[in-house]
């Protein structure tokens, strides 16, 4: 007899829901019987989307910029309003960068900071009294392998992902009395359509790298980290808190990082 991972009604709040990452962690949840709020800025995509999972299950859509003033508390009100609460939230939105230090001007710094982790704090500010209220939460932030290692010329985005690894650690130090878990997923190369853009634009040995000196040959699909991101968000992952999951093919687990190597090198 199968046992299943949610608790019936369980809520979630998905951001950057539209396509990739966040859309195929909404279609995981649906499938699981979670009710869903997707969350994006791009408004023809969410709709489009919402339609299309809404065969899956009970899907509503909230067209909002996290980074607006009014948008944590619009996200809450929406999914208190349209689901009834707040059982699990996913901070998936955000943006890529990809300057050296030295390159990066202000603008770009505030930009990627804010999309990646400031709006993460706020909105998860916005919900933890609802949780704190019923006694249970799920946060997932999503980080990325990058802010685990470092990476040559992504120092904006390395920084934003790291801290929302040391935000991850502290909700889980503050809120765990109060029945609340937090976690992050910090996924290698998933075949997104941003990571296919940035693909194309590598060399060959870049690409090669990703595809097959990994332990795991394969660049990852979006479902890769869904799967890892159900698991902290369900009920079985209660005693997991703090920590940050890899989804990288076990990329970190060797000496191996793709931009230090190439066809001539």
Same mark, same amino acid.
Not at 91 to 96: F, L, R, T, V
């Given at each position: 007899?199968?046992?299943?991972?949610?608790?019936?009604g #369980? $809520?979630?709040? *998905? !951001?950057?829901? +539209?396509?990739?990452?966040? #859309?195929?962690?909404?279609?995981?949840f649906?499938e699981?019987? *979670?009710?869903?709020?997707?969350?994006d800025r791009?408004?023809?995509?969410?709709?489009?989307? /919402?339609?299309?999972?809404s065969?899956?299950g009970?899907?509503?859509? #909230?067209?909002?910029?996290?980074t607006?003033?009014?948008?944590?508390?619009?996200i809450?009100d929406?999914?208190? %309003?349209a689901? %009834?609460?707040?059982?699990i939230l996913?901070?998936? =939105?955000g943006? +890529?960068?990809?300057?050296?230090? %030295?390159?990066?001007?202000e603008?770009?710094?505030?930009?990627?900071?804010?999309?990646?982790?400031?709006?993460?704090?706020?909105? !998860?500010?916005?919900v933890l009294?609802?949780?704190? &209220? =019923?006694?249970?939460?799920?946060i997932?932030?999503?980080?990325s392998m990058t802010?685990? $290692?470092?990476f040559?010329?992504?120092?904006?985005?390395?920084?934003?992902? &790291? %801290?929302?690894m040391?935000?991850?650690r502290?909700?889980?130090a503050?809120? @765990?009395?109060?029945?609340?878990?937090?976690?992050?997923? +910090?996924?290698?190369?998933i075949?997104?359509?941003?990571?296919?853009?940035?693909?194309a634009?590598r060399?060959a040995w870049?690409?090669?790298?990703?595809?097959?000196?990994?332990?795991?040959?394969?660049?990852? &699909?979006?479902?890769?980290v869904? /799967?890892?991101?159900?698991f902290l968000?369900?009920d079985?992952?209660?005693y997991?808190?703090?920590?940050?999951?890899?989804?990288? @093919?076990g990329? !970190?687990?060797?000496?191996?990082?793709?931009?230090?190597?190439?066809?001539?090198?």
């Amino acid at each position: 007899m199968s046992r299943q991972r949610f608790t019936p009604g #369980r $809520t979630a709040v *998905v !951001t950057g829901a +539209a396509q990739g990452l966040g #859309r195929a962690i909404a279609e995981r949840f649906l499938e699981e019987g *979670v009710h869903v709020l997707l969350v994006d800025r791009n408004e023809d995509g969410l709709a489009r989307t /919402a339609d299309e999972l809404s065969r899956a299950g009970r899907v509503e859509a #909230r067209a909002v910029d996290v980074t607006a003033a009014t948008a944590p508390e619009e996200i809450r009100d929406a999914a208190l %309003g349209a689901l %009834g609460g707040v059982d699990i939230l996913v901070n998936n =939105a955000g943006i +890529a960068g990809s300057r050296p230090v %030295g390159e990066v001007d202000e603008a770009r710094w505030r930009d990627v900071l804010e999309v990646n982790l400031s709006s993460a704090f706020r909105l !998860t500010k916005a919900v933890l009294p609802t949780m704190v &209220a =019923a006694g249970y939460g799920r946060i997932v932030n999503m980080a990325s392998m990058t802010g685990v $290692t470092g990476f040559r010329g992504s120092s904006d985005y390395a920084v934003s992902k &790291a %801290g929302l690894m040391a935000l991850t650690r502290s909700l889980a130090a503050d809120y @765990g009395p109060s029945g609340i878990t937090a976690n992050a997923v +910090a996924p290698g190369a998933i075949l997104t359509p941003l990571a296919e853009k940035m693909l194309a634009t590598r060399p060959a040995w870049y690409v090669r790298g990703n595809l097959e000196l990994k332990p795991v040959p394969r660049i990852g &699909a979006p479902e890769d980290v869904a /799967a890892a991101v159900a698991f902290l968000a369900s009920d079985e992952a209660g005693y997991v808190s703090g920590h940050v999951l890899v989804v990288d @093919g076990g990329l !970190t687990a060797t000496h191996y990082v793709p931009d230090r190597f190439s066809d001539e090198g």
